[in-house]
Each structure stands twice: as C-alpha cells, then as structure tokens.
C-alpha cells in the first residue's frame, strides 16, 4: 500500500479535488493531506459561493480520520507526493524540490490556459519564470488543456510563430488527464422517466433563447434539484467555457441525460474531455437548428444507445477509475 502525500489547493480546483476524492477512495488509509482540503468534507465551508455552486464534489466526505501532514513529518517517508495545483504551489515546488524524483512525483496542472507552469508568465512581467525549475523536464505532468500550438508557443514565451510551435514535439513528461466524478453522484438504475427534452440550466445562450423556461446562469440552489431536472430531461446542453473541460459535461452523462457539445469536433485531441465520441454517446451541434435536425433524426432505440452509453462514459470517468488509470500510468513510464 503506497504512503502518498496530496498537496492540497489553496483554492477549490475541480481537478485537484476530483483526484483527491479518487485517491482516498483507493487509499483511505494511506492518503496525508498538506493541508487539509478545504472543500470536499461535509460542513467544511460555505461552499454555495464557490465555481459550481459547490455541486458534485464538495461537502461530500467524512472528516473523520483525516491524514494531515504535520511540521516535523519526513517528506522521504513518501512513496507518492502530488501536486494538485502547481499554478499555486511554486513556493511548496521549491521547498519539497531536494525530495523529488521522477519515481515519486506527479504534478496536476487544471488551468484552463494551454500553458504549462511557469511558461504562462512572461519574463518581462515575471522574470522569474525564466529561472524557476521546469517540471515539466523531471517529472510527470499531467495537464487537461494541452493544445500543442499554443502550448508550445508559452513554452518557448511566445517568441515564436504559433505556425512553427505546432510542429514542435511536445514535451514527453507531459501527458492528459481530465476531471472526474464521484461514483455517489453517478445514477444507478434507469432513474425518472424522461418528461421533457432539454435541462432548464442551458449554457448556450443561442439554444437557451429557443428553449423556453431555460436559464443560462445557474438554475437552481441545492445539487438535488439539480440532478432531478437532469434526470427528467432527455439532453444536457453543454459547451467550452474557459477551457473544453467542465464538471457539467460529466454531470449531463452522470443523470442520465444524453451531453450535447456544441462544436465538440473543434476539440484539440490532447484536451478533456476524453472520451466522448458522436453518436455514440453524446451529439455534437453547430447552432440550434443542426441541434434541432439532430435530435429530430434519433428514434426511441437510438435515444436508449445513446443514454446508456453516456452512463458508461461516466462510469469510466468516475473519480477513483481516473486515479488508478493516471498512476498506472505514471508507474509505467517509470
């Protein structure tokens, strides 16, 4: 049973917490936190103010027995230490630094910019990511908006044409990794019967003008309500936001509904979400009248396909099956 070390976000960030919440469900006895999550525990905090509202992860485990690392602990005692957030543990980066290997180092990066740490910031704003340690360079990275061209054009700050960075090869510790869902949050069963197409929470303002009753902010206050009207609807309604990765995606498949992704074809292959295929488990629309010629051609059977792949999609996307796949693969490249 390996020992791991999870450092935690000062912030609530949808992909540290989702593999933490994996990872103390494969290890939860072997899990010490540096600190304690603020987020996921039940009557942690006032989550109804954070990105999301705080549905899905948030206010969901036990607080008892919490592993959290001390002063005076040793850092070599670890066979695993992870960084959930490197964008905000640069100074934790370089105080663990002399701890760190390619064998016992993984680094989370869930911004929504392209850009690796520290590339983001350019010298002549920040000169100190000219000399600030790559992680990149000695250990694995994974990232979920990785878009070679534009990642590579931070990575060499933005000095060179965008067209000779997309032929550059990517860095090799640097590798995808997407957000997740909790198994708890995911349907069992065949759930409500469908009562109406489309969610009432619609984050496409062009569909959600065409649907009525729809809302394009958040729709309702507790997750609960939530869920239920996703479970009712036959589709989910979602898109890019800051980046192509959202908890909404995995919530649309979770409830049972089937995701529609509006220019879900545009989607750069090394970014999340991964997975989702057209046709097969989810649609993929252009405007609400290809939207409309969509879902107007997919018969009661066809709908059911579709459904019941969607749930698969999310089931292989729930928290701990993620964890396991991201240090299998780290243990393989070793």
Not at 69 to 82: A, P, T
Not at 174 to 179: D, G, Q, V, Y
Not at 231 to 240: E, H, L, N, V, Y
């Amino acid at each position: 049973m390996p020992k791991i070390l999870f450092l935690n976000s000062p912030k609530n960030d949808f992909l540290s917490d989702s593999f933490l919440i994996g990872l103390k469900t494969l290890y939860p006895n072997s899990v010490w936190e540096w600190p304690k999550n603020q987020f996921i525990y039940k009557q942690a905090l006032d989550n109804s103010r954070m990105h999301g509202i705080g549905f899905t992860l948030y206010n969901l485990l036990n607080a008892e027995n919490v592993l959290e690392f001390k002063d005076g602990m040793d850092v070599s005692e670890f066979d695993l230490i992870i960084f959930g957030d490197i964008y905000r543990q640069a100074s934790q980066f370089l105080k663990l630094r002399p701890h760190l290997n390619f064998r016992n180092t993984i680094i989370l990066d869930g911004e929504d910019t392209p850009a690796i740490f520290p590339y983001y910031f350019a010298p002549w704003k920040k000169p100190y990511s000219l000399f600030f340690p790559k992680p990149e360079k000695s250990f694995h990275y994974f990232k979920r908006e990785i878009i070679p061209a534009r990642t590579n054009y931070y990575r060499f700050f933005k000095l060179i044409p965008k067209s000779i960075a997309a032929r550059i090869a990517l860095p090799q510790n640097l590798l995808p990794i997407s957000f997740s869902i909790p198994e708890i949050k995911i349907l069992t069963g065949s759930g409500p019967e469908k009562q109406k197409d489309f969610g009432r929470h619609i984050v496409d303002p062009e569909v959600c003008q065409n649907v009525p009753g729809a809302v394009s902010s958040y729709a309702f206050s507790r997750e609960e309500d939530y869920y239920h009207d996703l479970q009712i609807s036959r589709f989910g309604i979602t898109m890019k936001r800051g980046g192509w990765d959202c908890l909404r995606h995995y919530e649309i498949a979770a409830n049972g509904a089937v995701p529609c992704f509006r220019n879900l074809e545009d989607k750069p292959v090394n970014s999340a979400p991964h997975g989702l295929v057209p046709g097969i488990n989810c649609i993929s629309y252009q405007n609400w009248n290809d939207l409309q010629s969509k879902i107007a051609k997919i018969n009661p059977s066809e709908y059911e396909a579709l459904r019941k792949e969607a749930l698969n999609w999310a089931n292989e996307m729930e928290c701990s099956r993620l964890v396991k796949r991201t240090l299998d693969l780290h243990s393989s490249r070793i």
